[in-house]
């Protein structure tokens, strides 16, 4: 099985300011034949299903707003927010969807500073 | 505009069977990866099992043999059925479609089921 680990497991950030997590996944999610890393973020909000933000380790889904950015390749992720908003007070997983058992990391718990 | 409408029953005892189906409106039914994704109380999201548009299945090695998921096309509908079920698997358990590979885009609702005695 591919393990998803995240980091940090709670981020406190100051509204406007710039938040990081971090996703390492325990072997490579890059799939050589297309070059496309099989790799997703989601947001969950209190007694919602989880959202779809960035899929392909890097695209944006419809609708994101575009202080949503994810980077890396391979083994190692990044989701940015450019500038938090306090609608973006959330837990955020890592998903990798390259083979089964598909996994996610365990979690990111960001609040307001 | 794709939604996904997810029923079954909330409330199992032990060794009980836990049945959820979901609904499906909008969209096309053929083509895509169907899957149950499950989180316990307080706790992270677990990938239970998926269908894949050419009627492959993958469960959870954790749950496999306890598991099976279904497709009705002609109903458009997707089911999870889990035997024999225990405190541990009580959790809200969500369906999804995914429209980029297998990640999961499309998400029902959520059910939130209980095992107890």
């Known amino acids: 099985d591919i393990v998803m680990t995240q980091s940090p497991e709670s981020l406190a950030v100051s509204l406007g300011e710039r938040a990081t997590i971090n996703c390492k996944s325990s072997?490579?999610?890059?799939?050589?034949?297309?070059?496309?890393?099989?790799l997703a973020w989601y947001q969950q909000k209190p007694g919602q299903p989880p959202k779809l933000l960035i899929y392909?380790?890097?695209t944006r889904e419809s609708g994101v707003p575009d202080r949503f950015s994810g980077s890396g390749s391979g083994t190692d992720f990044t989701l940015t927010i450019s500038s938090l908003q306090a609608e973006d007070v959330a837990v955020y997983y890592c998903?990798?969807?390259?083979?089964?058992?598909?996994?996610f990391g365990q979690g990111t718990k960001l609040e307001i500073k | 505009q794709v939604q996904l409408q997810q029923w079954g029953a909330g409330l199992l005892k032990p060794s009980e069977t836990l049945s959820l189906t979901c609904d499906v409106y909008?969209?096309?039914?053929?083509?895509?990866?169907w899957s149950w994704i499950r989180q316990r109380p307080g706790t992270g999201l677990e990938w239970v099992g998926e269908?894949?548009?050419?009627?492959?299945?993958d469960y959870n090695p954790s749950l496999k043999s306890r598991v099976t998921i279904s497709v009705d096309t002609s109903k458009k509908q997707f089911s999870l059925k889990l035997t024999s079920v225990t405190a541990a698997d009580t959790a809200v358990y969500y369906c999804?479609?995914?429209?980029?590979?297998?990640?999961?885009?499309?998400w029902g609702q959520g059910t939130l089921v209980t095992v107890s005695s």
């Open positions: 999804a479609r995914g429209r980029v590979a297998a990640a999961p885009v499309y």
């Open positions: 909008g969209g096309s039914f053929i083509g895509y990866y």
């Open positions: 269908i894949n548009y050419s009627g492959t299945r």
């Open positions: 072997q490579s999610v890059l799939y050589s034949s297309n070059n496309k890393d099989y």
């Open positions: 392909w380790a890097s």
């Open positions: 998903h990798q969807y390259y083979s089964p058992p598909r996994t």
